[in-house]
């Protein structure tokens, strides 16, 4: 760091309290320059002219946190933690209608679960918890002890955050919803229908190959039934869950509950060795974690958070939390799908082929998971007793306070890329295969099967026949089937 350079607000709470969790995405320093914003190493640096510098004392810290930065609820609850219930009781006292010191006290009590005793209370017009400017914020509700308006996005069990970025901001206002409304809508019917039929086992097999398996016949049709029905699905219900994992998942690894057992990611190495990529909660840990998801699910649910990014903070707590041995993964994307549909962003019988977008990009997909399994997994103390993985110490807050917003970022691309070219192509081919179809009947009344077969062929080169497949339709004379490529090709010209 260059000489005058001070750190302020939460970076300076984490370097002064010496925490081992990830640090804040904020970074603010005080300098001698102006005012200045640098985006650095997956982190946003703010510089301050030296008219923000603070006394360096934890309280001035934890002030400026509150009144300029977007707020790490984990990093807030040590630093809060450190202040001391003493020193907030001080300081509430002293400024019983300020909108910080009630803030402040409110995160203690609602982070923490521990009660400051304070006669007095806290005066003044209510203020909200996490500023709006800042995050992305769940319905509020009043807090009167504090004079405070909850509208974090959970509770102290699974409370996730979204900070509201330009990224974020430029994604929402694209409307994706209405875009593939419109595809919807300016689709026939009977296009539409066949259309989803297909992107339902699309998604099922997809989902399925990312996490490298070969699905049967009976597992992929269980799979299928489940998105069909999952509007009315309840993600709320832990016996639903756990009901759903049994039907997706090899019956022999059907769980009866939450996990009992250390769950990680890792992949062989030489030697047969195991690389350790992500350690889940401790199984202790998982019960409360799973209570405060289906509490943030259901908050959500009922919510006007932009519908993709309450599926962002649905889905990846959940495979975060990862609440059984075997399935996590799968039932991560059931539950964007869940998320979408139920918040209208999806319309009803339609399915978002989420998961060939996922896999097509895989390793996108492993950089978001791994921007937040890196940034934790230092702060994870563990070790092999034979071959089982045991963890040492308390990692729950790891978990349960986690920033989400890269990975609402990279969903929103996924949707994006999964509405303007899976399902826009889809609808697209149907609808130019419908138009080969009857073009080339009109021809020649061929049957059915024959002629589903000459348009295939037709389409996949371009509207030509291939010599090698000529052969296949000697009935057709050449004057007929120069005409039904040229028919093709018109079909493939007004698609383009």
């Not at 809060?80 to 001080?90: F, I, K, N, Q």
Request: a neutral charge; proline letters at 4%.
């Amino acid at each position: 760091m260059a000489d005058g350079v001070q750190p302020l607000g939460q970076i300076a709470l984490h370097r002064r309290l010496g925490l081992r969790g990830p640090e804040p995405a904020v970074h603010s320093y005080v300098w001698s320059g102006a005012r200045r914003t640098v985006e650095r190493e997956g982190a946003r640096h703010e510089y301050y002219p030296r008219q923000y510098a603070r006394p360096d004392s934890l309280l001035e810290h934890v002030r400026f946190a509150l009144r300029y930065e977007a707020l790490d609820l984990g990093l807030m609850h040590d630093a809060l933690g450190a202040l001391g219930a003493g020193a907030l009781a001080a300081w509430v006292c002293a400024e019983p209608s300020g909108e910080f010191s009630r803030r402040a006290w409110f995160l203690y009590e609602e982070l923490r679960g521990e009660t400051i005793d304070l006669e007095g209370g806290a005066r003044g017009n209510y203020v909200e918890a996490l500023r709006p400017a800042l995050h992305y914020v769940g319905p509020a509700r009043n807090s009167p002890r504090h004079r405070v308006r909850n509208n974090l996005l959970g509770d102290r069990r699974c409370c996730p955050t979204l900070r509201r970025t330009a990224r974020l901001e430029a994604m929402i206002a694209r409307d994706l919803a209405a875009r593939a409304q419109a595809l919807a809508a300016n689709c026939e019917p009977e296009v539409l229908a066949r259309a989803v039929n297909w992107l339902y086992t699309k998604e099922t097999r997809s989902s399925f190959a990312i996490e490298g398996e070969q699905v049967s016949a009976q597992r992929q049709a269980r799979f299928v039934a489940a998105l069909q029905q999952v509007t009315r699905f309840d993600a709320t219900d832990q016996a639903a869950l756990v009901d759903l994992q049994g039907r997706i998942v090899d019956p022999r690894y059907a769980a009866a509950g939450w996990r009992q057992t250390q769950n990680f990611v890792a992949e062989t190495t030489r030697g047969f060795g195991q690389h350790v990529h992500y350690i889940s909660p401790r199984p202790e840990d998982v019960p409360a974690l799973m209570e405060g998801w289906m509490a943030l699910t259901r908050r959500l649910l009922a919510s006007d958070l932009d519908a993709v990014l309450a599926a962002a903070a649905v889905s990846f707590m959940f495979v975060f939390i990862h609440p059984f041995d075997d399935g996590n993964g799968r039932l991560h994307r059931f539950l964007l799908h869940h998320v979408l549909t139920r918040r209208g962003f999806v319309a009803p019988g339609l399915v978002f082929p989420l998961s060939a977008t996922i896999l097509r990009g895989r390793h996108h997909y492993d950089r978001a998971l791994e921007g937040f399994s890196a940034a934790i997994m230092p702060a994870i103390d563990w070790h092999w007793a034979g071959q089982r993985l045991v963890v040492t110490n308390a990692t729950r807050d790891l978990y349960r306070f986690a920033d989400l917003t890269g990975l609402a970022e990279y969903l929103y691309d996924q949707v994006e890329e999964t509405i303007e070219v899976d399902l826009a192509e889809e609808l697209s081919f149907l609808q130019a295969f419908d138009a080969a179809y009857s073009a080339v009947t009109g021809i020649v009344d061929l049957p059915d099967q024959r002629a589903q077969l000459l348009v295939r062929l037709l389409l996949q080169n371009g509207g030509r026949l291939a010599r090698s497949r000529r052969a296949r339709f000697a009935e057709l004379t050449d004057d007929e089937l120069a005409a039904m490529e040229d028919a093709v090709q018109a079909v493939l010209a007004a698609r383009e």
